[in-house]
């Protein structure tokens, strides 16, 4: 197979799509490797590297999108490389369509087979390739939270561990996941008073094993959110419905009685935020202000750790490559129902049950792709 890895354009997205350990593994098994040149530079790889590996250099993004079998990204393809999807063409990569309907129609109206890492599930029920860039963007939110909360950047002036005899930072953490879980140990080893709600007993169990003390957990309702929040200095939204837009569990009512100066990272930002009051920013430009309370909302936080991130990510995504690439999408999709749970769009429809309710659009079963 012919399989293409172009550049990143969002805005300061510096991960790629393949690394050349990961194209070495591809050319071993007889496949042609495109890299568009520079498409590694972000995260410290060369040209040379990918070279060394066995990948054929070109420049720009044209011959990738005109000639390859499949292109490996990361982030969801932009309008300018969504006219370049031909019918057949598989694209694999994060796409977070159920907010997105711009986007969602462009994959349509493009016929090419489009598979995303965030859908693809595990035997576990687990989402194996959302996983590690969830672990990335829980451990960067308290991080990101901490700057944001200094008062040169808008913040209340406050440090989240404190100092003898200055109590520590108040952070509420919405969701008990991957995400929220790495949140809480950042927080918690950076000194905050730390408290983690969500819905799941389960959930708040193995938190509570896993943090003992050091952690306080709360069973997610209306109720307690508005009052967690309230109090907050530092609010991380990691709430996520796999496929689904996330759900708007702090409403601008909420962000009202908030502190002024009190900051809001929203890690579900990419699947349309949890905050009423979210809207994406990007690295250039992260964070705005609504009723006082400064809001985080970048859509690839990932990408501003993006050596970590890209190997992070094709230490998932590999395995899932090579049965594309060796068996062709229909027959890998057919040995693996894991995988075919990642293919959202195909030939023109939605097949991803999630992403056509967010939308209201039909929704056609993925395993009935697969003849032919």
């Known amino acids: 197979?012919?399989?293409?890895?172009?550049?990143?354009?969002?805005?300061?997205?510096?991960?790629?799509?393949?690394?050349?350990?990961?194209?070495?593994?591809?050319?071993?098994?007889?496949?042609?490797?495109?890299?568009?040149?520079?498409?590694?530079?972000?995260?410290?790889?060369?040209?040379?590297?990918?070279?060394?590996?066995?990948?054929?250099?070109?420049e720009g993004p044209d011959r990738i999108f005109a000639e390859a079998e499949m292109v490996v990204k990361v982030k969801e393809p932009l309008a300018q490389e969504r006219k370049r999807l031909r019918p057949g063409q598989v694209l694999f990569t994060y796409l977070h369509l159920a907010p997105d309907p711009e986007q969602t129609q462009d994959l349509i109206a493009s016929r090419a087979v489009c598979i995303a890492y965030e859908t693809v599930t595990s035997s576990s029920g687990a989402l194996p390739l959302l996983t590690p860039m969830s672990e990335v963007a829980g451990r960067l939110a308290p991080q990101v939270g901490a700057h944001a909360l200094e008062k040169a950047q808008g913040g209340r002036g406050i440090l989240l561990g404190g100092v003898p005899g200055v109590p520590a930072a108040s952070?509420?953490?919405?969701?008990?996941?991957?995400?929220?879980?790495?949140?809480?140990?950042?927080?918690?080893?950076?000194?905050?008073?730390?408290?983690?709600?969500?819905?799941s007993p389960e959930a708040l169990k193995r938190?509570?094993?896993?943090?003992?003390?050091?952690?306080?957990t709360v069973y997610s309702t209306r109720a307690a959110i508005t009052e967690l929040v309230k109090?907050?200095?530092?609010?991380?939204?990691?709430?996520?419905?796999?496929?689904?837009?996330?759900?708007?569990l702090v409403t601008r009512e909420m962000i009202r009685t908030m502190k002024k100066g009190a900051v809001v990272v929203d890690i579900a930002i990419d699947q349309g935020g949890c905050f009423e009051t979210s809207h994406p920013t990007t690295h250039s430009d992260p964070t705005y202000v609504v009723d006082g309370v400064v809001h985080y909302c970048v859509a690839n936080m990932?990408?501003?750790?993006?050596?970590?991130?890209?190997?992070?990510?094709?230490?998932?995504?590999?395995?899932?490559?090579?049965?594309?690439?060796?068996h062709g999408w229909r027959e890998a999709l057919r040995r693996d129902p894991h995988l075919l749970q990642g293919l959202n769009v195909c030939d023109g429809r939605i097949t991803c049950e999630p992403v056509a309710a967010a939308q209201d659009l039909d929704f056609t079963d993925p395993s009935s792709m697969l003849e032919g």
Do not use: C, W
């Not at 040209?47 to 066995?54: E, L, Q, R, S």
């Not at 996941?177 to 819905?199: E, L, N």
């Not at 990932?302 to 060796?326: D, I, K, M, W």
């Open 1 to 58: 197979m012919l399989i293409g890895v172009p550049s990143e354009i969002k805005d300061n997205e510096a991960r790629v799509g393949l690394i050349p350990s990961s194209v070495h593994e591809l050319v071993h098994h007889g496949h042609t490797v495109l890299v568009q040149s520079g498409a590694g530079l972000g995260a410290g790889l060369t040209d040379d590297d990918y070279v060394a590996a066995g990948a054929e250099m070109v």
């Open 171 to 199: 952070v509420v953490i919405i969701g008990g996941g991957v995400s929220g879980t790495h949140a809480a140990t950042i927080a918690v080893g950076m000194g905050a008073r730390v408290t983690v709600a969500d819905r």
């Open 207 to 216: 938190l509570s094993a896993q943090f003992g003390n050091a952690i306080s």
């Open 231 to 248: 109090e907050a200095d530092l609010v991380i939204g990691a709430v996520l419905i796999p496929g689904a837009a996330a759900p708007k």
């Open 302 to 326: 990932p990408g501003a750790v993006a050596r970590t991130s890209t190997f992070a990510l094709n230490n998932a995504t590999l395995p899932f490559v090579l049965a594309l690439a060796n």
